[in-house]
């Protein structure tokens, strides 16, 4: 086995052209597990923690790009302007954990529980992949296309995600049998798009990928709509409508049964985490006074 | 490959396989046994050491990644014969019984009083949940952080 030590992106790129079978390695959460057990042993280890290119992240024109080897500590400590994203960076692992893993390893392991992704799914992130001819943006439910799968190619790495930026409250929760150290059960970002008036709710670990509960979307905005909220805060929703909701988003789930849950158990997971984060999303804009 | 690494404010170097974690470098080459191998893998934190300050798990850094870096392990709290206060107040609450998860636990809570040196409850159990601990049930060495917060600052 071989370490490539890159300085630059660029440097990077180009062993990468020259040895695809390289393995990235970032922060090392998911691929030193792998190595110690033995699980893989890839001809060569492409080390892409300090490249300062994957290191960055910026606010522009109504867009955030982070980069891919931003670690969850800094997106909890810097990028306090998305909440949904730094509460789900908040629950990975433990801070020893937090200080290495980063967005680009949970892009690039694409597990359907991988924290970070039901938040960019709700974003309608873009997932920037770079080569050495260049880069190309795709939408994040077209580069995770599948359990553990991507469509990342051998010469690629991934640069980063970007999103436009949404006015409106949000929240990431997540279903685990601990506060801390735990794989989702269940996992759902909600988010109230206060301009175009739509919501948003991605969950995880309830699919084969992250899925989008876009008939639930629809019937919340409707009935926001409907009762007046969207111009004024403090217009009470519906309890019938909250519950329709919340079963519209149970219904979006397509869990299996495995060790950590039952698809049953995992269905009314769903639901539950929809209620509360849209009665946390009410208060919020009830709070802020967002119109 | 031979990796160059600066521990405890000394450079050392080592012959290692390229798979190897800063942990077995540490543990197998360097004969510096203070940090524990427990899980290898980030689940128990009996590893925890500092990476260019940095609280990480060892078993998941990859050694040639702390390559030039800058390392600091359980034994550089008390290089002489006198023990760090959060080493003292372990002794003092209790907090050790067979001291597998002493050495990683005592670096968490180092490391969560440089940055916060009056933590509250909850704070100390979000810090150390990384650490896991099969004798104590936890208690004592939430005292023993406790102790140690008001002796560094009183
Ligand atoms: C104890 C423990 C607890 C954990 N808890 C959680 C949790 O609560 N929630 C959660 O979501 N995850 C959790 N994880 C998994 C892991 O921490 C995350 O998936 C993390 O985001 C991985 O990031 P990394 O930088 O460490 O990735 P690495 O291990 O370095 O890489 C992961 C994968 O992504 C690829 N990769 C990384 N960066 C790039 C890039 N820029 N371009 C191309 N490919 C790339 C690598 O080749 C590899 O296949 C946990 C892991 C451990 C060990
Ligand atoms: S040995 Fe590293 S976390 Fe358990
Ligand atoms: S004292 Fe035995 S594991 Fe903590």
């Given at each position: 086995?071989?370490?490539?030590?890159p300085r630059t992106l660029?440097?990077?790129?180009?062993m990468?052209?020259?040895?695809?079978?390289?393995?990235?390695i970032?922060g090392?959460t998911?691929?030193?597990v792998e190595?110690?057990?033995d699980?893989?042993r890839?001809?060569?280890?492409?080390?892409?923690?300090r490249?300062p290119?994957?290191?960055?992240?910026r606010?522009?024109?109504g867009?955030?790009f982070?980069?891919?080897?931003?670690t969850?500590?800094?997106i909890v400590?810097?990028?306090?302007?998305f909440?949904a994203l730094?509460?789900?960076?908040r629950?990975?692992?433990?801070?020893?954990?937090?200080?290495?893993g980063?967005?680009g390893?949970?892009?690039?392991?694409?597990?359907?529980a991988?924290?970070a992704?039901?938040?960019?799914?709700a974003?309608?992130a873009?997932?920037v992949l770079?080569?050495a001819?260049g880069?190309?943006?795709?939408?994040w439910?077209?580069?995770?296309v599948?359990?553990k799968?991507?469509?990342?190619?051998?010469?690629?790495l991934?640069?980063?995600a970007q999103?436009?930026?949404?006015?409106?409250?949000g929240?990431?929760s997540?279903?685990?049998t601990?506060?801390?150290?735990v794989?989702?059960?269940a996992?759902?970002?909600?988010l109230?798009?206060?301009?175009?008036r739509?919501?948003?709710v991605?969950l995880g670990?309830?699919?084969p990928?992250?899925?989008?509960?876009?008939?639930a979307?629809?019937?919340l905005a409707?009935?926001?709509?409907e009762?007046?909220?969207?111009?004024d805060?403090r217009?009470?929703v519906?309890?019938?409508?909250?519950?329709?909701f919340?079963?519209?988003?149970?219904q979006a789930?397509r869990?299996i049964?495995?060790?950590?849950?039952?698809a049953?158990?995992?269905?009314?997971?769903c639901?539950?985490?929809?209620r509360?984060?849209?009665?946390?999303a009410?208060?919020?804009r009830k709070?802020?006074g967002t119109? | 490959?031979?990796v160059?690494v600066?521990?405890n404010?000394e450079?050392?170097?080592?012959?290692?396989?390229?798979?190897?974690?800063?942990?077995?470098?540490?543990r197998d080459?360097?004969?510096l046994?203070?940090s524990?191998?427990a899980c290898e893998?980030?689940e128990?934190?009996s590893?925890?050491?500092?990476?260019?300050g940095?609280l990480?798990?060892?078993?998941?850094?990859?050694?040639?990644?702390a390559g030039?870096?800058d390392?600091?392990?359980?034994?550089?709290?008390?290089?002489?014969?006198?023990?760090?206060?959060v080493?003292?107040?372990f002794v003092?609450?209790?907090?050790?019984?067979?001291?597998?998860?002493?050495p990683g636990l005592?670096?968490a809570?180092?490391?969560?009083?440089?940055?916060?040196?009056?933590?509250g409850?909850?704070t100390i159990r979000?810090?150390?949940?990384?650490?896991?601990?099969?004798?104590?049930?936890?208690?004592?060495?939430?005292d023993?952080?406790?102790?140690?917060a008001q002796?560094?600052?009183p």
């Amino acid at each position: 086995m071989d370490v490539l030590l890159p300085r630059t992106l660029e440097e990077a790129l180009e062993m990468k052209a020259a040895a695809p079978a390289a393995l990235p390695i970032a922060g090392g959460t998911d691929v030193m597990v792998e190595l110690n057990f033995d699980r893989r042993r890839p001809s060569a280890l492409l080390d892409i923690s300090r490249l300062p290119e994957l290191g960055m992240w910026r606010k522009q024109d109504g867009t955030c790009f982070l980069g891919a080897g931003v670690t969850y500590s800094r997106i909890v400590n810097h990028l306090t302007m998305f909440p949904a994203l730094v509460q789900a960076s908040r629950t990975v692992g433990s801070p020893q954990i937090r200080n290495r893993g980063t967005v680009g390893g949970n892009l690039g392991t694409a597990s359907p529980a991988g924290d970070a992704l039901p938040v960019l799914a709700a974003y309608d992130a873009e997932v920037v992949l770079v080569n050495a001819g260049g880069r190309r943006t795709l939408p994040w439910h077209q580069f995770m296309v599948g359990p553990k799968k991507t469509v990342i190619g051998p010469d690629e790495l991934i640069l980063g995600a970007q999103w436009k930026i949404v006015r409106g409250p949000g929240s990431f929760s997540k279903v685990g049998t601990r506060n801390a150290m735990v794989i989702a059960v269940a996992s759902l970002c909600l988010l109230l798009d206060e301009e175009n008036r739509t919501v948003r709710v991605a969950l995880g670990s309830v699919g084969p990928t992250i899925l989008r509960a876009v008939d639930a979307e629809q019937f919340l905005a409707r009935a926001l709509q409907e009762a007046g909220a969207w111009d004024d805060a403090r217009t009470p929703v519906p309890p019938a409508a909250v519950e329709e909701f919340a079963g519209r988003v149970g219904q979006a789930a397509r869990p299996i049964d495995d060790v950590r849950g039952s698809a049953a158990y995992r269905r009314h997971a769903c639901a539950v985490l929809a209620r509360r984060a849209l009665s946390w999303a009410l208060n919020d804009r009830k709070l802020t006074g967002t119109r | 490959m031979l990796v160059r690494v600066k521990v405890n404010g000394e450079s050392r170097e080592a012959d290692v396989w390229p798979g190897t974690s800063l942990l077995s470098m540490l543990r197998d080459h360097l004969g510096l046994v203070g940090s524990k191998n427990a899980c290898e893998q980030g689940e128990c934190g009996s590893c925890s050491l500092w990476l260019d300050g940095e609280l990480v798990c060892a078993c998941l850094v990859l050694a040639a990644q702390a390559g030039g870096r800058d390392v600091r392990t359980v034994e550089s709290l008390a290089p002489g014969d006198r023990l760090h206060p959060v080493q003292d107040a372990f002794v003092e609450a209790g907090a050790v019984q067979c001291g597998f998860c002493t050495p990683g636990l005592i670096v968490a809570a180092a490391d969560l009083l440089q940055r916060d040196p009056t933590p509250g409850d909850e704070t100390i159990r979000e810090a150390l949940a990384g650490n896991l601990c099969r004798c104590t049930g936890y208690q004592k060495i939430i005292d023993a952080v406790k102790i140690a917060a008001q002796r560094m600052h009183p």
